[in-house]
C-alpha cells in the first residue's frame, strides 16, 4: 500500500510544481520538508496527532466512527503506518519525478496538443512513458524502504496492537534482542535479504523493460 500512495502522491505532487503556478518553488520546499525529519521524531509527531488529537476531535464533533485513536484498533493502525510513510517519503520522490518530466521535449507535448490530444492522453501516452526510468529509481527506493522501515514502526506502533503492525525489520530485532533467538533472528534476517533482492531486482527488470528511449 505505501509504495503505491508514496509514488502516486509524489507523482501528483512533481505534476502540481512543475505547472508553473504562482508559488510552486514554495510548495516544493514544503512538500519536500517531512523527509528532513528523522523518522523516531516523526514517529512520536504522528503518534500525538493519531491518538490524543484524533481523540479529542471525535470528541468535539461527534465524528468518533472517524477521529477516534487509531492506534488502538489492528487495521487503523496499520493504515496509519501508511499514511506517515506517504508522508515523509513522497516528498523525496517528488523530486525525482520532477527531474524526470522535465526531461521530457516540449515539442512532443505541443504536438499532441496540436493533434487534438487531451490532457489525460498526453500524459498516460506521452509524458508517463517518457518518465518510466524515475518511475524506475521511485519504486525501487519505496519498495526498499518499506521492507526496511524500522524507526517509523517503534516510535509509532512499537509493533502494536498486538503485534498488528510488526514489521520485518521489529520483528527481526525483536527475535534477536528482546527474545534473546539469536540463530532464528539471524535465519530470518538472511531470508529477509533474499526476499527483498529478489522482489526489487524482479521490480527493476520488469519496469526497465517498459522505460522509452527518445
Known sequence: MAVVTINVTGLALALLVTAK?????????????PNLIGGLILGYIWK?????????????????????????????ALFSLVVVMTWQMAGYVMIIYITGLQS???????????DGAGAFTRFFRITFPLIMPAV????????????????????????GPANATE????????????????????A????????????TLTQVAITKRKEVQL
Open 21 to 33: 503556478l504562482k508559488g510552486s518553488n514554495v510548495a516544493r520546499t514544503m512538500f519536500f520538508m
Open 104 to 114: 521530457v521535449p516540449d515539442d512532443l507535448i505541443e504536438a499532441a496538443k496540436i
Open 136 to 159: 524506475t529509481v521511485c519504486v525501487f527506493y519505496t519498495l526498499s524502504n518499506c521492507f526496511k522501515i524500522y524507526d517509523i514502526n517503534l516510535a509509532l506502533t512499537g509493533g
Open 188 to 199: 530470518k534476517a538472511i531470508i529477509f535479504f533474499f526476499l527483498v533482492a529478489i522482489v
Open 167 to 186: 514489521l520485518f525489520a521489529m520483528n527481526i530485532y525483536n527475535e534477536i534482542f528482546s527474545y534473546n533467538r539469536y540463530g532464528y533472528g539471524q
Open 48 to 76: 500525538f496527532i493519531l491518538s490524543d488529537t484524533f481523540r479529542s476531535i471525535g470528541e468535539i464533533t461527534g465524528w468518533t466512527g472517524i477521529f477516534f485513536n487509531w492506534l488502538l484498533d489492528p487495521h487503523f
